[in-house]
Each structure stands twice: as C-alpha cells, then as structure tokens.
C-alpha cells in the first residue's frame, strides 16, 4: 500500500476496509484504489468506491439543489417585496382617484344647478318676450 496521501488527507472521509484479517484505511475520494493497491484491489472493494462515488456525485446533486432552491427563494422573496411596493402605489393611486372622482361629482352636480337657474332664467325671459310680443301685436 502506498503512503502517499493528498495534502488535505484530514478533510476527506475515511473507509475502513477489512480484507482477510487486515485492516485498510480507503479514503473514498481517490480516483481509483488502484493508485493505493495497484490492479490487485479486491473487487468488492471497487465496488464500494464506485458507490462511495455515486453517493458522492448524489450529495453534490443534493448541495447544488439546495443552492439552486436557496437563491429561488431569495428572488422569490425580494419579487415579493416589488410586488408588495407596486400594490402599495396602485392602492395609492387608486385613493386618488377616488378622491377626484368625488370633486368632480360635486361640481358636476354645482354645474347642474347652475344649468338649473340658467334654464329656468331663460325660460322667463322667453315668457317676457312673448308677452312683450303680444303686448306689441295687441297695439297694433
């Protein structure tokens, strides 16, 4: 077995193997075993690196996921917050709105008044004139 073990040996996890009555440190994230033990590594124990891999590879999956999940969240949070601010100002706008909506009823509804008297003044003065004109014809 070689002794050469990458530099950061102490952060990687750790196997151990038994094979016939001797004990084996394996540390999963070597390439192959056959860089510790040559092409005579036991074929049950590639088997277990290949699955140490495959439970590697789902693990980075699984991270990749969270992190994927984790900044769909921020963003959906912070277009939450946009949307929250666009409602606000709608509802705002909306207020004003209303407000002018009710100004410009009150002076329709003075306009109407106003047009009121205009058409009552006039229908006066019309009836003056028919009579004035009547007054006329009557002096001839």
Known sequence: MSDKWPEDSE?????????????????PCFPSLCRCYGHKAPARWRIILVALRNDNKQMFTARMEITNLKAHVDSLKKSKVDYQEKYEEAKSQRERVEVLQVELSQQLICKDKDLEGKDAEIAKLQRRLREAQENLEAEK
């Open 11 to 27: 952060n990687l996890p750790v196997l151990l193997l038994e094979d016939e009555g001797k004990s084996s440190v394996v540390s």
